[in-house]
Each structure stands twice: as C-alpha cells, then as structure tokens.
C-alpha cells in the first residue's frame, strides 16, 4: 500500500476493524518512512452482473434503475428512500450470492415483488402490475384476491 502522503510503500496496520455492516475492513496503517497514518478500506470485489432482458438483449445491472422502479412503485406510500435501498442491498447482495454473470431479469422482478410484498401490498400490487403487463382489470382483481387469501 503506497503512502499517501511520502509514496513510501511499506507500512504496518495498526488497527483493523469491521465497517459498513460487515461488507468492509477499515485498516487504519502507519508508514514506516515518514509515521503518518492514513486509512484504507478493503471490500470483497463483486462480479460485474449482466442482465438478460425478455428478448435476449444484454445489458448491464443498473442498481438506481432497480431503485428507481421500486420508488415509482412505492410513491405516496409509507416506504422511506432508506427501506428501498435496504431492499435494493439485499436484492443485489442476493444477486451476488447466486455467483452467475448473467441474471435474467425475470429474477430480479421476481426478488423485487417479494420484497416488496413483505413491505407494502400496495407498493407490491402497483409493480406486478407493470412487471407483470396486466393487460385488464380481471388480471389486477386476480393478483388482488391471491394477496388476501395470503
């Protein structure tokens, strides 16, 4: 690890300690030249995901877009930015754990109601309906009468 304060490359850690819930270690070092300390953080690389959309075009995973629909969904809703980010963390965290490039973006809608069914039927209802291209209103009355018999 380069200093950033002389560019001398050899220094020693003297504390090291967990951060951002456990998804990074914070290493506070001292250089061995010139006895500044500097703080680094290491985090576990994560694999580029690529998204396989419905007619087999490929791009890349876009977190803000995956936040961006939840918050149309959640609009004027009782669902704070924070929560669609935590649920954002654990969808994409999910993605990771699933150790493939390439996710179809069925599995991620899919995770994306889940969560969102367990935050706010409304919030859930409102994207299956676009998810899912309701077509009519029997189709939004039946995801509607599968959620109350829930």
């Known amino acids: 690890m380069k200093c950033p304060f002389c560019g001398h490359e050899e220094d020693k850690v003297v504390d090291s ?28 690389e ?38 669609i980010e935590a649920i954002a963390d654990e969808i994409e965290a999910g993605l990771q754990e699933l150790s493939r490039s390439e996710i179809d973006s069925k ?19 409102r994207f299956a309906s676009v998810y899912r291209k309701f077509q009519d209103k029997s189709e939004f009355l039946n995801e509607l009468k599968k959620l109350l018999e829930q």
Not at 69 to 77: E, F, H, I, P, T
Request: net charge positive; glycine share 4%; hydrophobic share 35%.
């Open 17 to 44: 300690r967990s951060a951002q819930d456990g998804r990074a270690v914070r290493r506070r070092r001292e250089c061995l030249a010139c006895s500044k300390r500097f703080t680094t953080y290491e985090y576990i």
């Open 107 to 125: 599995v991620i809608g899919e995770m994306v109601m889940e969560k969102l069914k367990e935050t706010d039927d409304i919030a859930y209802v």
């Open 46 to 83: 994560n694999v580029a995901l690529t998204v396989v959309k419905s007619d087999e075009r490929r791009e890349p995973f876009e977190r803000q877009k995956l936040i961006e629909g939840m918050k149309l969904a959640c609009n004027k809703r009782p669902v704070s930015v924070k929560k």
